[in-house]
C-alpha cells in the first residue's frame, strides 16, 4: 500500500513524504478480512505471516508497492476451520502457498489514496483497488523513522477460484462472495 496519495496531476504532495525504500515492520502491522457467514453474521480472520516493500520515488506517481502474504498462516481462531481453509476448496496452499500483490497505479490525495495493483491468489491474478488513509510520518524513540497507512479492498472469492459453499436448509449458502480485506501496516525507512 502506498504511503502517500498523489492528485491524478501528481503536483500534491504530502508534506511528510520521503523517497526512499520502505520495509514493513511486522510486529505493528496486521492484515485481517472478513466473509458473510450463514447470511447473518460474519467470519472474521487474520494472516500471520507477510511482507511488504515500498519504494517511493521522486514522483510519487512512479512509487511502487510489493507484497506477498503466507496464506497457509491464515488464523479465523478455530483450527478446524483454518486446516478446511488450507485445502484445494479454498486457498489450495501446497500448491499456492502465498498471495501477490503488486501496484500498477495510484490516484487521489495526499492523505485519501487508492493504489490499483495486481492480486495474484490460488494462481489467478486480477486487478483490485486498495482505498486507503496515510496516517503519518514519525521518528520512534529508536531513531528509526516510520510511516503508517490503512487501506481496504472487497474481492468476490470465485474471481480466484475459492467457490467452496454449502447450501442452507432455510435457503442460501453458508458463505458470502464477497471477502473484505484490511492492511493497517506500518513501514520503517531503510537506511
Not at 486446516?83 to 501496484?103: C, G, I, N, Q
Not at 458463505?175 to 492492511?183: C, E, K, N
Request: no cysteine; proline share 3%.
Amino acid at each position: 500500500m502506498r504511503l502517500h496519495g498523489v492528485m491524478s496531476i501528481t503536483t500534491d504532495i504530502h508534506p511528510q513524504y520521503i523517497v526512499g525504500t520502505w520495509r514493513l515492520d511486522p510486529t505493528h502491522s496486521e492484515i485481517t478480512f472478513s466473509v458473510r457467514h450463514l447470511a447473518i453474521s460474519k467470519v472474521r480472520g487474520t494472516f500471520e505471516s507477510f511482507d511488504a516493500t515500498i519504494v517511493t520515488a521522486e514522483n510519487p506517481a512512479d512509487s511502487t508497492i510489493e507484497a506477498t502474504i503466507d496464506v497457509g498462516s491464515i488464523n479465523t481462531k478455530q483450527k478446524d476451520r483454518d486446516a478446511h481453509l488450507r485445502t484445494s476448496d479454498f486457498f489450495l496452499v501446497d500448491e499456492h502457498p502465498t498471495a501477490t500483490f503488486r501496484s500498477t497505479s495510484i490516484s487521489g490525495t495526499p492523505d485519501d489514496f487508492q493504489v490499483t495493483g495486481d492480486l495474484t491468489l490460488r494462481g489467478v491474478t486480477k486487478s483490485v483497488v486498495l482505498t486507503g488513509e496515510f496516517g503519518g510520518i514519525v521518528t520512534d524513540g529508536y531513531g528509526q523513522t516510520k510511516a503508517g497507512a490503512t487501506a481496504r479492498t472487497k474481492i468476490n472469492r470465485h474471481d480466484f477460484g475459492v467457490s467452496w459453499n454449502a447450501a442452507l436448509e432455510a435457503g442460501g449458502f453458508t458463505l458470502g462472495d464477497d471477502v473484505t480485506i484490511d492492511f493497517d501496516l506500518q513501514v520503517v525507512l531503510q537506511k
